[in-house]
Structures are given as structure tokens and as C-alpha cells.
């Protein structure tokens, strides 16, 4: 890949769609297939996935000179553990009910790879402007990714949407959805999905080609 | 862990090439924490009032939820001896039950909290209890991290927290224990006062629940009845 290329709209989108961290990169899955179950957890844990990305890949690159290689990756998990905390207490303060729902999760992105990858093969080797645009591009990518089980999840898992009813009161709920071998059958399902519309698009560009 | 997935592993100094002091690395990680825990404290700081405040709110709503009719309320303190006494000010510790009065200022009920285990975690709930009739008026889970979707429904499912409605806690005369303990039955035989009926695929958060008020009643309502007459004064 050529460094010259990536401008920053480039670093942004392709955390989207290239190289969503979860649709193609398959990162991150304790959250995804854990706190998915409606749509409210899954935008907050989206938001506050992508808030410690953006503010620990700002400071990983600001202080990647400074940091010895020896002590990085200490140091990077003490910058990711520390906006972890910071955003429990701002959910905690913004809604206890959500912060109640989401439970241990909160606190286990200090171990979501998606962050620590991001610090290691991405912030720790570009400036911050760059950093910071991989960041927002990898978290909306992250978002996204819950987001869309999220909605399939709790439609058919409890017949509503963010709370408000769809289905109406005649639809039978799939519990299946909203427990753990739900999230395993949506992701499944979108991953099925996403990599048909890669293998259709290549399969395209070759015909065009020849 | 997966760490250089995408392709923008730049050729850097190699591995262990170049050495750097011990001192500087403890500087380094020194330098980190020490910001770092300024940064936490302060947000611990600035968010503690408001989470507090919000604590206090979902309390508050809790007690009047499970007490219906009530519109105000007043704390009081269980001290160990078993004594109750009322809350004076603002009181962080010692475990409180909580008065609710109507508009006339006549005891409505006594808001109780009770935790205990659940299938994953504590379940901490509050129920109204009215000495009147010797029943539960109300009850409504506080926090627990049952199964979305099954023992969840210890929190939503209507018919189920229909139960608490008017389910029967009578003591026996000499106050020993609840003439009839209450029991959990399965969906729709539900014949006596002092039966619960469970959630259908939830039956061990629903026993849980029945477990919970079974021991917190025999517990503290002998102590609410004894002090009854202190309880129905509003004003002190």
C-alpha cells in the first residue's frame, strides 16, 4: 500500500468499508455478539468504543516518539484503560439505566483488540491528524457493525426498536435473538452477506478488466 | 492477539535494537500513570454529584412505584439491635426502609430493600409493604444481570409483576414467622394469596425473586411491626 495515497478521507472510509474492523477484519467480537441485543446498548457501546478510540489513538501518536518500544504496549493499554474509565462515569452520568444494562462490558473495552490494534499498527506509526481520521473511520466502521445486529436482534428478538414497537402486539417474539445464539446466527448471516457483495464486486471489476 | 492485520506495519527499528535505560522506561510508565490518574480523578469529580443525584432519583421513583398512593415520603434507619429510628439529615450508611404517607398524611405503606442471588449475578429489588392488609402493594427489581430476554422479564413481563399486587405476607400471631411462607407456583395454578406465579423459561430468577422477599419479610417485617406506631407519624 502506498503511505502517499492515504489522504484522509481515504483513512476514514476505509475503516467503513474496506476494513471494518468487524465485517473484515472480524475484531472485537466480545462486544459485538455480547451487548447487541437491542439498539440502544449497541449505539452506546458503539459511542463509547469509537470516544477511547479516537482519544487513545490521539494520545498514542502524540507521545509515540516519547514511548519506548520496550514499555509500548504497557503504556498504550494504561492510555486505553484510563478513557475506559473516563466513559463509564460519563455513561454512568448521562443514564444510570443504560449504564445498568451494558454491565461489565463498559469496562471490558479496555481489552477490545480493535483499540489496542488500532494504537499498535496504526497511531503509533502516523502523525495525529492521520491517527485521529483512522480512528473516527475504524470506530464508525465498529458502530455500524453493532448497529446492524443490533436492529435485527431486537426486531425479531423482542419485536421492537430501540424500545418502541414494530411488530405489534399479535407478533411471538424469537427469544433465540436476543440470547447468545442469536448474536452468533446475525453476525453469521451479515458476514455471509458482506463477503457476497466483496466476491460480487471483484468478480465485476474482473470482467470489466478482461 | 491480532495485531498487524491491515497492512500498515511500517518497517520500524528492529527488535530490541536500540537500547534504552531502565529509568527511562519507569519514566515513561510513571509519566503515563501519573496523567492518567489526574484525568480520572478529575472526571471522578465532576461526574460524582450528577451520578449521585441520579441514584437518588431512581430510588425515589422506586418508592412510590411500590407504593401506590403514596406522596410522600420519610427514611428511617434499622439499627442492629433491631430498633428502628428515623433518619436524621442525610444519612450514607445503616440500612433504611422508607414510609410512604398519602396526601392526608396517613401510612400508606414501607418501602424495603432486599438483595440476593439471582442466576448470574445479585438481584437487588424494593417492595411496599402495607401493614394494614399484611400484604406486598409493590415490588419492582433495582439492578440485576439476568439473561436478556429470559430472567430479564423479572423487570417488564406485566403478569408477572402482577403478582406483587396484593401477595399475602401475614405474620403468625407471636410474630416468629409468615403464617403461610410465600412459594412459587407455575403460570396459572396460582391458588392461594401467598403464591407467585413464575415467568415461564425463567423459573430460577423467578424462585430468586420468591426467595428474596421470602427472607427479607421474615426478616424485617416483625421490626416494621413492632414499630408501627413510630411509622405512622409523618412529622416527627
Do not use: C
Given at each position: 500500500m502506498k503511505a502517499e495515497q492515504n489522504t484522509s478521507m481515504d483513512i476514514l472510509l476505509k475503516g467503513i468499508w474496506k476494513e471494518n474492523p468487524v465485517f473484515v477484519q472480524v475484531l472485537g467480537m466480545c462486544p459485538v455478539l455480547a451487548v447487541t441485543n437491542s439498539v440502544i446498548n449497541s449505539i452506546v457501546m458503539g459511542f463509547a468504543t469509537t470516544?477511547?478510540?479516537?482519544?487513545?489513538?490521539?494520545?498514542?501518536?502524540?507521545?509515540?516518539?516519547?514511548?519506548?518500544?520496550?514499555?509500548?504496549?504497557?503504556?498504550?493499554?494504561?492510555?486505553?484503560?484510563?478513557?475506559?474509565?473516563?466513559?463509564?462515569?460519563?455513561?454512568?452520568?448521562?443514564?444510570?439505566?443504560?449504564h445498568k444494562s451494558l454491565g461489565a462490558f463498559i469496562s471490558l473495552i479496555v481489552v477490545n483488540c480493535i483499540i489496542l490494534g488500532r494504537a499498535e499498527a496504526f497511531a503509533s506509526k502516523y502523525p495525529v491528524k492521520e491517527a485521529v481520521m483512522d480512528a473516527l473511520g475504524m470506530g464508525a466502521g465498529f458502530t455500524l457493525a453493532v448497529l446492524s445486529l443490533g436492529v435485527v436482534r431486537e426486531l425479531l428478538g423482542n419485536g421492537t426498536l430501540a424500545g418502541v414497537s414494530i411488530m405489534g402486539p399479535s407478533f411471538e417474539p424469537w427469544s433465540i435473538m436476543i440470547l447468545p445464539g442469536?448474536?452468533?446466527?446475525?453476525?453469521?448471516?451479515?458476514?455471509?452477506?458482506?463477503?457476497?457483495l466483496r466476491e460480487r464486486a471483484k468478480r465485476q471489476q474482473e470482467r470489466v478488466m478482461v | 492477539m491480532h495485531m498487524h492485520g491491515t497492512g500498515h506495519h511500517h518497517?520500524?527499528?528492529?527488535?530490541?535494537?536500540?537500547?534504552?535505560?531502565?529509568?527511562?522506561?519507569?519514566?515513561?510508565?510513571?509519566?503515563?500513570?501519573?496523567?492518567?490518574?489526574?484525568?480520572i480523578?478529575?472526571?471522578?469529580?465532576?461526574?460524582?454529584?450528577?451520578?449521585?443525584?441520579?441514584?437518588?432519583?431512581?430510588?425515589?421513583?422506586?418508592?412510590?412505584?411500590?407504593?401506590?398512593?403514596?406522596?410522600?415520603?420519610?427514611?428511617?434507619?434499622?439499627?442492629?439491635?433491631?430498633?428502628?429510628?428515623?433518619?436524621?439529615?442525610?444519612?450514607?450508611?445503616?440500612?433504611?426502609?422508607?414510609?410512604?404517607?398519602?396526601?392526608?398524611?396517613?401510612l400508606v405503606g414501607i418501602a424495603i430493600e432486599a438483595k440476593g442471588q439471582g442466576f448470574q449475578d445479585v438481584i437487588q429489588l424494593i417492595y411496599g409493604?402495607?401493614?394494614?392488609?399484611?400484604?406486598?402493594?409493590?415490588?419492582?427489581?433495582?439492578?440485576?444481570?439476568?439473561?436478556?430476554?429470559?430472567?430479564?422479564?423479572?423487570?417488564?413481563?406485566?403478569e408477572f409483576i402482577a403478582n406483587f399486587k396484593a401477595l399475602e405476607v401475614k405474620l403468625k400471631p407471636d410474630m416468629s414467622d409468615l403464617e403461610h411462607p410465600l412459594e412459587m407456583v407455575k403460570k396459572g395454578q396460582k391458588t392461594a394469596a401467598w403464591q407467585i406465579e413464575a415467568i415461564t423459561g425463567a423459573t430460577i430468577s423467578s424462585r430468586a425473586i420468591t426467595h428474596i422477599l421470602l427472607k427479607s419479610s421474615r426478616e424485617i417485617l416483625p421490626l416494621i411491626r413492632k414499630n408501627l406506631d413510630m411509622l405512622k407519624q409523618e412529622a416527627p
Open positions: 470516544f477511547v478510540l479516537v482519544m487513545s489513538s490521539f494520545f498514542v501518536s502524540l507521545f509515540r516518539k516519547l514511548i519506548p518500544r520496550q514499555v509500548r504496549i504497557a503504556s498504550y493499554i494504561m492510555i486505553i484503560a484510563t478513557f475506559v474509565t473516563v466513559a463509564e462515569y460519563i455513561i454512568q452520568a448521562i443514564s444510570l439505566e443504560v442469536g448474536a452468533f446466527f446475525v453476525l453469521g448471516a451479515w458476514l455471509l452477506f458482506f463477503n457476497w | 518497517p520500524s527499528a528492529g527488535e530490541g535494537g536500540d537500547e534504552v535505560s531502565s529509568w527511562r522506561m519507569i519514566l515513561t510508565m510513571g509519566t503515563i500513570g501519573l496523567l492518567a490518574g489526574l484525568l480523578v478529575v472526571t471522578y469529580q465532576l461526574t460524582l454529584p450528577i451520578i449521585e443525584q441520579n441514584k437518588a432519583q431512581y430510588l425515589q421513583r422506586a418508592i412510590f412505584d411500590v407504593l401506590p398512593g403514596a406522596s410522600r415520603k420519610r427514611a428511617f434507619i434499622v439499627e442492629k439491635d433491631g430498633r428502628l429510628r428515623p433518619e436524621q439529615g442525610k444519612e450514607k450508611h445503616g440500612y433504611k426502609v422508607y414510609a410512604g404517607y398519602d396526601r392526608e398524611g396517613r409493604y402495607d401493614p394494614e392488609r399484611e400484604v406486598i402493594v409493590g415490588m419492582k427489581v433495582l439492578e440485576s444481570k439476568e439473561t436478556p430476554g429470559l430472567g430479564s422479564k423479572i423487570e417488564t413481563d406485566p
